[in-house]
DNA sequence: CCTCTTATTGAGACTGAGTCTTGACTAACG
DNA sequence: CGTTAGTCAAGACTCAGTCTCAATAAGAGG
């Protein structure tokens, strides 16, 4: 049993290990930073943190673990992108409007709704997305 | 009763009437494009469509309308803007994965499960969307 | 350990969407 | 008509994201 407890969420190491890719310093640092991250986030906010990696690394990095699976990507309705640490279930968003921060949540009544709306729905569904809007307790407190 | 049906569904006039806002050429031709236009569009569709029409132009007339009211924004997970005319009414998207169109669509069974989970949520919230991708009739039959 | 191969790196050039600036134009109204 | 303020097109600018390339270092095999 080691001392530090080591970053089981986003299991870096098994992750580059499955894709045949090389563990390295900034990927570590990447990692560290993405599981200490408190919320989603974008490539920019990375970069900005860790300014002596390289913006296309930052952008390689989330990338590859995108494809891999282990962050799953989201944008809010202007564009800007939000990453999260992926839940290894199915999920949607909870994403405050005042500070963005998304946090991942489930509902199985919603999930049997949309299964329903999407049985009456001309041609193969593939997905859905549900994104709930809100002012987080913080912000609401804040007055932001 | 002209010969000509106008446009009802944009009713630009109405809506640059209400801004203060002046009726001039480009805003007609744009108006009429998206108008016609099958489905949800880009700006950067409509800049190649009408070639002779400034991009700063369409993109400030889409953010008119868009704050007007009378389009529709979303963007695709990867963060590709689609524009649509707006529904006055709620409702979500249906986006078909393989050639971008977007339709409208609102289900009230699902609205109740959407606000059955908000309930549950903390915080205010202020606001959801869905959105359901399929692959719709027409790419399904060719086999993009 | 040492060596070799090859994936990965950071710097910086590049791209493309979207915004801003500017001088010319014109809609709207008297 | 004449005035004037909103709008126009062109093109400079910004900024996120990608690509190129020479230098570096993982990690496998001796």
Request: charged share 25%.
């Amino acid at each position: 049993m080691s001392t530090h407890v080591h970053n089981q969420t986003l299991d870096l190491a098994a992750t580059l290990e499955r894709l045949g890719a090389r563990m390295t310093a900034p990927r570590r640092r990447l990692a560290a930073l993405m599981e200490r991250w408190d919320g989603a986030f974008s490539p920019e906010e990375l970069t900005a943190a860790l300014p002596d990696v390289g913006r296309a690394t930052v952008y390689r990095t989330v990338k590859l673990l995108t494809e891999a699976g282990t962050l799953c990507r989201t944008a809010l309705p202007d564009g800007t992108p939000r990453y999260s640490v992926d839940q290894p279930h199915h999920h949607h968003h909870l994403v405050c409007v005042a500070c963005g921060r998304v946090e991942p949540f489930d509902d199985p009544a919603l999930e049997r709704a949309v299964r329903n709306t999407a049985a009456g729905a001309r041609g193969r569904l593939v997905g859905h997305r549900v994104e709930l809007y809100h002012r987080c307790e913080r912000c609401a407190e804040g007055a932001w």
